[in-house]
Structure formats: structure tokens, C-alpha cells
């Protein structure tokens, strides 16, 4: 069985190295493994990086391309390198991953046992260890910070989800159901895996596969991940909203109950009813206490301590409003967004399943 790896990447110079070396050193044979890098149009030293590992090592592998996408969204890069991949079997990676020398091996052998898409959990973790990155990453790793997407954490044993991170793919999958919508930004992942449910396939998670997803390496960039994924729930609402769960719009709500709250607030001061200001007291006690609560879950659960930590009730609430503020942002978008649509993504979709039932391009 041959498998494609690919990777898509956007100015990950920094990260690129750690990747490429996890990749060199899987246990799968490498002449039955294919390489597919996309650069989407980096202004670092991403592209030259790609094309050295691929002078160095394109002889102890199936093949290694270095490929370009001009468009440098990231559906658009997938979509690139699964055109161009060969293999039985396609995966994902993000640049921004780690993965152990059996990723590969394990993946291609659920796949040899019937499944057609499978993966493993995805916990997060940091390239770069400090007591600064060791609180980012607790907040990233709290169900409360981040998600309860099951991706996120091991457990549960073999099992069907909704969605993966850093899946693979029977190349049948594409050929059935297209590629990526290059409408969509960061939702595109659930998007696909939407249709990929609706087409007869199942999604398989396995408690023996794991790779890891590093934290944002600051809280400014962190916020602004979490500002454009609140963005794209938003905007995704007019495009698929069956793929999204009512756990997508939980910050989007509290946002809005906050801004009700403050209103009735401010109705309380105006008028001296009182009790207009008894849904932001609720709120703010029913808030704060969940928000204690998962910090101290969090400090426990971190394997490394530090002051940093009891930045945490103050980081939650700022992901969750950000977050739910950039939800209002694209649902406000949405209606001029879904005019500017023009059907260019239904066709690339079916372009993708055509290269790929034709075997990959030339």
C-alpha cells in the first residue's frame, strides 16, 4: 500500500524543520511513501526548506514534490496536493505538527483493516518550553479554553466521530467526494468531513494513533486564531450549517449575554429597578465559578506549574469573548459574503474528485 503525505504550509520556516525530521524517520517504508509539500506563497524561507529536504532524500522515497499555491488559503492547498497525490492512501499534516515514527504505520494499517478515513487524537503541546508557553498551553488543552471536540484527547478506544485533524484518507474518499471548499476558511475541515458522512463513509478514531498540533506561541496570536475560527462559524452558517454543532455557537452566546445583561444593567442605573440587574450578577457568578473551577482543573492537570498559571481566569474569559465576537463579526458578514459566491468552489470540488479518480496529476 502506498501512501501520500502531505503538507501544506504558509511562512513555518521555524516549524518546518521538527516536521520534516518527525516525517524522515517513520517507520513505514519510504519507498512506499510519496511526499507532497505545497508552499501557499511564503515570504520566508518555507519553499527553499521544502525543496532542500526534497534534493537531499527524493531518491529514498516513492517520489517528493514541492508544489505552489498561489491562493495561499489552506483549502486551496490541500486541494493542490491531493490532485497531485499517487498514493492508496493520502494524510494530512499541518505544518504546525509533530507526529511519532509509527504516525504513518498505524494509520496505513486501520486503513488495511476496512477503514476508509481514520486518526487518532490530536493534543496540543509547545516547541519552545516556557513557564509563558506552559500557561498557553493549558489554556489550549482545557476543554473549557479550547473545545470537546474528541480529536483533542485520547480516550474512548476505537470509535466513529464527526471529525479528525491529521486524518487519512482511501483515496476512494476523494474520488467520491471532491475536494475541498475553497469558499470556506477555517471550517473546510468540517465542511468536508460533513460530506464525507453523508456519502457513506466513516470517520474512525483510534486511541493507538496520536499526533500533536503546537500551541500559537503568544496570547496575541493565539487570539487572533481564535477571533478568525469564531469569524468562519459565522460565515460557515451560510454555507453548511449542518456541519457545525450547537457547541460552535456556545462563546457566541455568551457574548451576547453579556451584551443583554449590560443592558439591563444599564436600564437598573436609569431607572432604579433594581432587579434589571439581577441577570448579570447570575451571569457573572454562574461565569466566574466555572471559570475558577477549570483553572484549578487546569493547573492540576499541567505536567509543569509556574505564576503564569494564575494569568488562567483571566485568559478563559478573553479566548471565549474574542472568540464569540468573531462569530457576531461573520454572522454580520454573512449576507454580503454569500452574494460574493460564485459556484468557482462546487466546480474545483468536482475538478478534485476527476484528478484524483483519475489517479493524480501529471
Keep these: 500500500m502506498t501512501v501520500s503525505v502531505c503538507v501544506i504550509a504558509y511562512n513555518e520556516e521555524k516549524a518546518l524543520s521538527g516536521l520534516l525530521k518527525d516525517i524522515f524517520f517513520q517507520s513505514y517504508a519510504k519507498k512506499s511513501t510519496e511526499l507532497v509539500f505545497v508552499d501557499s506563497a511564503s515570504t520566508d524561507a518555507t519553499k527553499d526548506i521544502f525543496s532542500e529536504f526534497a534534493r537531499?532524500?527524493?531518491?529514498?522515497?516513492?517520489?517528493?514534490?514541492?508544489?505552489?499555491?498561489?491562493?495561499?488559503?489552506?483549502?486551496?492547498?490541500?486541494?493542490?496536493?491531493?490532485?497531485?497525490?499517487?498514493?492508496?492512501?493520502?494524510?494530512?499534516?499541518?505544518?504546525?505538527?509533530?507526529?511519532?515514527?509509527?504516525?504513518?504505520?498505524?494509520?496505513?494499517?486501520?486503513?488495511?483493516?476496512?477503514?476508509?478515513?481514520?486518526?487518532?487524537?490530536?493534543p496540543n503541546n509547545i516547541d519552545e518550553p516556557t513557564p509563558y508557553r506552559e500557561m498557553l498551553l493549558a489554556a489550549e488543552s482545557s476543554m473549557f479554553?479550547?473545545?470537546?471536540?474528541?480529536?483533542?484527547?485520547?480516550?474512548?478506544?476505537?470509535?466513529?466521530?464527526?471529525?479528525?485533524?491529521?486524518?487519512?484518507?482511501?483515496?476512494?474518499?476523494?474520488?467520491?467526494?471532491?475536494?475541498?471548499?475553497?469558499?470556506?476558511?477555517?471550517?473546510?475541515?468540517?465542511?468536508?468531513?460533513?460530506?464525507i458522512r453523508q456519502n457513506g463513509f466513516r470517520?474512525?478514531?483510534?486511541?493507538?494513533?496520536?499526533?500533536?498540533?503546537?500551541?500559537?506561541?503568544?496570547?496575541?496570536?493565539?487570539l487572533a486564531q481564535k477571533y478568525g475560527n469564531g469569524k468562519w462559524i459565522g460565515l460557515t452558517l451560510g454555507r453548511c450549517p449542518a456541519c457545525l454543532s450547537l457547541f460552535h455557537f456556545v462563546p457566541f452566546c455568551f457574548v451576547l449575554a453579556i451584551v443583554i445583561c449590560a443592558g439591563l444593567e444599564a436600564a437598573a442605573l436609569l431607572t432604579g429597578l433594581w432587579f434589571?440587574?439581577?441577570?448579570?450578577?447570575?451571569?457573572?457568578a454562574a461565569y466566574g465559578c466555572a471559570d475558577i473551577l477549570m483553572t484549578v482543573s487546569a493547573i492540576?492537570?499541567?505536567?509543569?506549574?509556574?505564576?503564569?498559571?494564575?494569568?488562567?481566569p483571566f485568559i478563559f474569559p478573553l479566548l471565549h469573548?474574542?472568540?464569540?465576537?468573531?462569530?457576531?463579526?461573520?454572522?454580520?458578514?454573512?449576507?454580503?459574503?454569500?452574494?460574493?459566491?460564485?459556484?468557482s468552489a462546487q466546480e474545483e470540488i468536482l475538478s478534485v474528485r476527476l484528478a484524483v479518480s483519475k489517479g493524480g496529476r501529471e
Excluded at 276 to 284: D, E, N, Q, R
Design 145 to 195: 479554553g479550547s473545545s470537546i471536540a474528541s480529536y483533542r484527547r485520547k480516550g474512548g478506544g476505537k470509535r466513529y466521530v464527526d471529525s479528525l485533524f491529521h486524518a487519512a484518507y482511501r483515496r476512494e474518499v476523494f474520488a467520491k467526494v471532491g475536494g475541498f471548499d475553497v469558499s470556506l476558511g477555517r471550517t473546510e475541515d468540517n465542511e468536508l468531513h460533513y460530506r
Design 321 to 343: 469573548i474574542v472568540y464569540g465576537w468573531g462569530t457576531v463579526v461573520g454572522l454580520v458578514m454573512l449576507p454580503g459574503w454569500k452574494k460574493s459566491l460564485d459556484g
Design 56 to 122: 537531499e532524500h527524493r531518491d529514498e522515497y516513492l517520489g517528493i514534490s514541492v508544489l505552489d499555491n498561489p491562493r495561499k488559503i489552506q483549502s486551496a492547498g490541500w486541494n493542490t496536493a491531493i490532485m497531485a497525490a499517487k498514493g492508496d492512501v493520502i494524510i494530512r499534516l499541518d505544518a504546525h505538527a509533530s507526529i511519532p515514527s509509527d504516525f504513518v504505520e498505524k494509520n496505513a494499517m486501520l486503513i488495511e483493516q476496512g477503514e476508509y478515513v481514520c486518526g487518532g487524537a490530536r
Design 276 to 284: 434589571l440587574s439581577l441577570p448579570l450578577c447570575a451571569l457573572s
Design 203 to 222: 470517520i474512525c478514531q483510534s486511541d493507538d494513533i496520536i499526533s500533536y498540533q503546537n500551541v500559537r506561541p503568544d496570547l496575541p496570536s493565539m
Design 300 to 312: 492540576i492537570t499541567a505536567d509543569k506549574k509556574s505564576a503564569y498559571m494564575l494569568l488562567l
